[in-house]
């Protein structure tokens, strides 16, 4: 009885885990690469590596955006235990494999790039400074958020493409949905972001010095956090996501 009321509570565990969604692999060019699994990396020791940073055995949400999950995913202060990082040409497309996405988490697909130190990425939190800067978003477009678009028409992928002209080197990809539909409420969206380490080849000579901070770029009373996507047409196509236009200068 006690055994088997643990394994219904891991069950439940594992669907709730398994009803946001987070991003198990990563496609770059025809090569499809491990992601965070949160149902098997998450339980596994020691500590796997992957390109994209840990999250704790948990797919849920970050709803304070002052909270320092709010860079990478919950536990942020997870890092791989060594150096990680996928390589993609400048102008290359990652994309990111989502397990699942629930229709009707309304939001937008916001995506932001920080240069790592010398030292690489797998040390490095990312929340220090300003060294954000964002290179790709995608809102309410065609009648639809991005987020629905990812779930209905795009089998849970979304395609980032590096831009063209940015200097080789190492970088973290901040990739996220906002989710809001319970975001009438002040507190009330959700952030999903995840990171991924990159090695980024090619390139030009334009290095961003990045305008934004996690935690830091994002108030909880942002018109882009704060919103009622339950307003019709008009109101969601006016609607203008958190974290500023994307950097000036990338290609
Ligand atoms: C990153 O890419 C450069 C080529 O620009 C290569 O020389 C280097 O070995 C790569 N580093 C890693 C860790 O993959
Ligand atoms: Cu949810």
Known sequence: ????????????????????GYVPFVKIGSQVL??????TDGYTTPQPSRIVRATKPDSGFIADVNSGDITCSIGNSKLPPTEITATVAAGQTVTA???TWPVGHYGPVLNY????????????KGDSGSPWFKIQQSVYENGQWAS??????SDFSYAIRIPSNLK?????????????HGATNIGGAQFYPVCIQLNVTGGGSFQPTGNLNF??????????????????????RAYVPPGGPVYAGLQ
């Not at 080789?168 to 809001?180: D, I």
Request: with cysteine; charged share 15%.
């Open 1 to 20: 009885m006690f055994k088997s009321s643990i394994a219904v509570a891991a069950l439940a565990l594992i669907s709730q885990v398994a009803a946001h």
């Open 34 to 39: 491990p992601g965070w699994d949160v149902n």
């Open 97 to 99: 494999l989502w397990n």
């Open 113 to 124: 790039m920080a240069r790592c130190p010398d030292s690489g990425c797998s040390k490095w």
């Open 148 to 153: 629905d678009t990812l779930a209905k028409k």
């Open 168 to 180: 080789a080197g190492k970088y973290l990809l901040r990739h996220e949905n906002l989710a809001l």
């Open 215 to 236: 935690p830091g770029a994002y108030k909880a009373t942002d018109p882009g956090i704060h919103f009622n996507p339950y307003q019709g047409e008009a109101a969601n």
